[in-house]
């Protein structure tokens, strides 16, 4: 070592923690660690803090949710006919208004939050070097700089994955980053891929009464969630003039002699239209890492294998959190993965991952899960019965003006604790908590049936999916009670 490098090796910045990315997983990860009073860094490429989850992900389609179903008066239509409309032309322009407000203020609270945890943010590229040390460009023109760390969180998400054969133009061809920019609304839209992500804009922009063809390559969609919710939700699709193309394999994608995109199929039956969102998955952020020299390596979607009660990589002292880990690949999950990261590299013992977490899909109508669906329960052979609510029966949907909606419980036949709950229609993601926390402290079907809800809401769905189930399966062969006795015959049943 010569007297230069010895003398920049003394002046290199040290830090307890470095964490690359400042997503969910990332903020997370940073703000416990410097809450155990580590000195942390977090380093972000983008100008501003907040990552995928802030800027082209999580916020920006929730808030496109809300200002279409507001605009459009969608939520109202129950009451006031399919015609009622809250603004009659809506342009491009609407829609980004309300975001672009939303993204400032989640920037700011990220922001401040760093600050007043003491947790250093710097803007640059990461890129290792050694196992303990990384490389920051700031720009092009600017000398790199060096930084060390005795624990690393790799939090640095994904990216849309863009195949070649797809011409990605920006302004008819779209990944789902570039969908926010858009800046006139097409007549008719083919979403490519019937994923998480595919299905919440498919139904979003047909909302807006955009003609929406949703292609998918397998015979069925979104495979982790109950099928009696999917159909109720393929129906509702219907209604809508969704078209919804499934075992529908894309060849190529082209363009038609108006310059329109047409999505070529392998059965030969194609779909044109004005516009095209790409939406087939993400791929890890790896690639500008330099993973290898910190002796790691990624699959081929780019993803990072992690142990997964410790958050790990194969080098002790490295850990990876978030998108870039693979599923579940939620902003919530990432959170927590992040804060896991941190309580384990400094020594406090986390305590595990709760085995269930909710999904939420913010489609048109909006779903959400939690614990196991039918098809698991009886792939598991576990006696169960199902109990199923319509929010439709439920005077607070009345109110609402609400058409469809509905709530599945599943219950243990022998301990009769709740399974799993499975919702679609308004509310759903947030009323999958009251199921969530049932769940977690192994209530059984009395709880519901012995609990006093708030009257009217729509979490009377609960009770009435409770007396559903409990009238098949745990009430005595007589004629069931009324609702007040129930208690009593529920421990003469048991
Ligand atoms: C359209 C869409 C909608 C979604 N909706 C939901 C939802 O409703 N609910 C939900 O729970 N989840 C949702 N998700 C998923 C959620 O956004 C992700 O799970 C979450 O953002 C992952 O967080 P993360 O910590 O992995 O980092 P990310 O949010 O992916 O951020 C990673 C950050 O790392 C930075 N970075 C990458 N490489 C480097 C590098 N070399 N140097 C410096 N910085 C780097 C990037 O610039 C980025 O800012 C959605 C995702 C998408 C795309
Ligand atoms: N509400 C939420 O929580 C939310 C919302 C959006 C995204 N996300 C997360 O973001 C992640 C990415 O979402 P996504 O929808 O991009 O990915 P995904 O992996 O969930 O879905 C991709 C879909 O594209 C299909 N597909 C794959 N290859 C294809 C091809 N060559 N041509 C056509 N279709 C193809 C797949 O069969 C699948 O249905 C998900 O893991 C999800 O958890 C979460």
């Known amino acids: 070592m ?6 920049v090796e003394q002046s290199m910045p040290r830090f307890d923690l470095i964490v690359i990315g400042s997503g969910p997983s990332g903020r997370r990860a940073a703000i416990q660690a410097a809450k155990l009073g580590k000195q942390v860094l977090v380093v972000e490429r983008n100008p501003r803090v907040g990552g995928v989850s802030v ?3 999580t916020i920006p389609s929730k808030a496109l949710r809300e200002t279409v179903l507001n605009l459009t008066g969608w939520r109202e239509r129950g009451f006031y006919g399919s015609a009622y409309r809250v603004k009659k032309d809506i342009s491009a322009a609407d829609l980004w208004q309300r975001g672009a407000k939303i993204l400032e203020h989640e920037v700011d609270v990220l922001e401040h939050q760093f600050a007043r945890n003491r947790v250093t943010t710097v803007q640059g590229e990461a890129r290792f070097l050694s196992p303990n040390r990384i490389e920051l460009i700031r720009s092009r023109e600017a000398e790199p700089e060096h930084y060390e760390a005795d624990f690393f969180v790799i939090a640095c998400g994904t990216r849309p994955y863009r195949p070649t054969h797809v ?13 926010l920019k858009l800046e006139t609304l097409p007549r008719s839209l083919t979403v490519v891929g019937a994923g998480v992500i595919g299905v919440e804009y498919a139904t979003i922009f047909s909302a807006l009464e955009i003609a929406v063809t949703l292609v998918e390559p397998r015979a069925s969609f979104l495979d982790f969630i109950d099928r009696e919710l999917i159909e109720e939700f393929m129906h509702e699709l219907r209604d809508r003039n969704v078209s919804l193309r499934l075992g529908s394999e894309v060849k190529a994608v082209e363009f038609d002699g108006a310059g329109r995109p047409v999505c070529r199929i392998a059965s030969g039956r194609d779909v044109t239209s004005d516009m095209l969102l790409y939406a087939a998955g993400r791929m890890g952020a790896t690639e500008g890492l330099n993973l290898a020299a910190a002796g790691l390596e990624t699959d ?8 997964a009660k410790t958050l790990q990589t194969k080098v002790p002292h490295i850990y990876a959190a978030g998108d870039v880990i693979g599923f579940p690949s939620l902003a919530s999950t990432s959170m927590e993965q992040g804060r896991l990261a941190a309580c384990h590299a400094f020594g406090l013992a986390p305590q595990a991952a709760p085995e269930h977490f909710p999904y939420g899909i913010y489609a048109v109508p909006e779903m959400s899960t939690v614990g196991m669906s039918e098809e698991e329960v009886i792939q598991r052979k576990i006696p169960y019965e199902c109990g199923i609510a319509r929010f439709r029966e439920t005077s607070r949907g009345h ?15 022998k301990t009769r604790r709740l399974l799993g709950v499975h919702i679609i229609g308004e509310g759903a993601t947030e009323l999958i908590h009251i199921g969530q926390a049932v769940m977690a402290l192994k209530g059984t079907i009395d709880y519901f049936m012995e ?3 708030n009257y009217p809401t729509l979490a009377e769905a609960y009770k009435i999916a409770s007396l559903d189930a409990w ?3 745990f009430a005595p062969t007589a004629a069931a009670p009324e609702v007040p006795d129930m208690p009593e015959a529920i421990e003469d049943a048991a």
């Open 2 to 7: 010569n007297a230069h490098s010895s003398l």
């Open 55 to 57: 800027h082209t992900g």
């Open 167 to 179: 011409p990605f133009d920006g302004k008819t061809v779209f990944d789902s980053d570039e969908i």
């Open 300 to 307: 081929h979607r780019g993803r990072l294998t992690v142990d």
């Open 399 to 413: 109110i609402m003006g609400l058409q469809s909606g509905m709530m599945k419980m599943i219950f243990s036949k």
């Open 451 to 453: 609990s006093t809800f």
């Open 471 to 473: 009238n098949r399966a």
